[in-house]
Each structure stands twice: as C-alpha cells, then as structure tokens.
C-alpha cells in the first residue's frame, strides 16, 4: 500500500469541478517536497499533468491545476470533458523511503 | 521529438531474470535521467528507481534493493532494468520515463514493456 492516499474514484458531469486529493504525511508532502500529477488513459502510459512548481507542460489544457496544502495535495479538474476519463496519479518523495512514490490513483468517470 | 522506445515483452519462469531495455533519441541523452516505474495488472504505478544518465548514479526503491540492476550505456543512449529472482508478483508492464534533475518530474515514457512470470 503506498504512502500518498487518493480515492479510488470520482465522477462528475460534463462541465463540472472535480478534485481529487493526495494524502500524505510529514515524510512526504508535509516535509515540503513536490507533488506531481500524472493522467493515464486507458492502455496507454501515463503523461505528466502538472508539476510541483505549478506548471503545466504544453499541450495541457489550464483546466488542470494543482496545489499543496500541509501534508495533502489536490488536483482540480474544471470542465470536465468525456475524454478526461482516466487514472489519476500524485507523485512525491518520500524521506522514510529514501525515494518517490506514487499515489494509490484516482479513476475519474464523466 | 523526444522518445523512448522500450523493448518487447517477455515470458519468464519464477526464478529467472529479464532484461528491459529503453532507447531514448531526440535529445542529449545524459541531460536527463530514466526512472523505472511498474504497473501490475489492474494495479496502480509503482516506482522502482531511477538512474542518472549523467555519471550512472542510482535510487532504488526499498523493496527491490538487491533485486534490481539499472545501468546506462551512453554510446547507444540506452538505459538497461534488470530484475532477478522473479516471481509472479513481478508480472506487470514495465515503463522507462525522462526525469528532469532538479524537479523530478517525469516528462516522456515509453510505451511500456509486459513482463510475464509464469511456470
């Protein structure tokens, strides 16, 4: 079981607000470290989303933005579409671990 | 454009070691480093560890310390996984990933390599 927690689920309709969070502690996000965000469609490999620097690699629509609280992270997702269907994943060191991990992923349905 | 191409799946007994390799073009291949990350069938990412392509320094996750190998051979821009003593926990598809240095993040992957542990 990984140390960054997510909601195995969430939906919404078209064109409305979902986000989903990212759990950790003070070994991870609470210790300051970035979080990323990954989409992976189906079949295919993941992509990156948004970084802990608050940048969003080109191609990624603005609708996607992250942001990191204490010792959580979240990711908004606003007008939400059909094809944001997908797993999603938050990504951050671990100082305990000596290494990253990745979150227990979020499968959004529209 | 930048890309990595990974080799083909492969079947291996328990026991057995495999072998997956990852050719990165597009791009100065030792401005980045390659993180291994796996996916076990309808299971989430799992990192493995990553390797600096720059002078082959390595992170490994805590579980797989022992069992796996990640080299880089920079006459051919290849980065190397090698995992030993395979069992059935460690059938998954199997992704090469660019990672930037300062922020980590990981930018392009390959398409994935399945890796089946069976008897």
């Known amino acids: 079981q990984s140390v960054l927690t997510q909601p195995p689920s969430v939906s919404g309709a078209p064109g409305q607000r979902v986000s989903i969070s990212c759990t950790g502690s003070s070994s991870n996000i609470g210790a300051g470290y970035d979080v990323h965000w990954y989409q992976q469609l189906p079949g295919t490999a993941p992509k990156l989303l948004f970084d802990g620097s608050r940048n969003r690699p080109s191609g990624v629509p603005d609708r996607f933005s992250g942001s990191k609280s204490g010792t959580s992270a979240s990711l908004d997702i606003t007008g939400l579409q059909a094809d944001d269907e997908a797993d999603y994943y938050c990504q951050s060191y671990d100082r305990s671990l000596g290494g990253w991990v990745f979150g227990t992923g979020t499968k959004v349905s529209v | 454009q930048v890309h990595l191409e990974q080799s083909g799946a492969e079947m291996r007994k328990p026991g057995a070691s495999v072998n997956v390799s990852c050719t990165a073009s597009?791009?100065?291949?030792?401005?980045?480093?390659i993180t291994w990350v796996r996916q076990a069938p309808g299971q989430g990412l799992e990192w493995m560890g990553w390797?600096?392509?720059?002078?082959?320094?390595?992170n490994y996750a805590q579980k797989l310390q022992g069992r796996v190998t990640m080299t880089t051979d920079t006459s051919t821009a290849t980065a190397y996984m090698t995992l030993r003593s395979l069992t059935s926990d460690d059938t998954a598809v199997y992704f090469c990933?660019?990672?930037?240095?300062?922020?980590?993040?990981?930018?392009?992957w390959g398409q994935g390599t399945t890796v089946t542990v069976s008897s």
């Open positions: 597009g791009y100065p291949f030792m401005n980045y480093g």
């Open positions: 990933a660019t990672t930037h240095y300062d922020t980590y993040t990981l930018d392009v």
């Open positions: 390797i600096s392509a720059y002078n082959g320094d390595t």
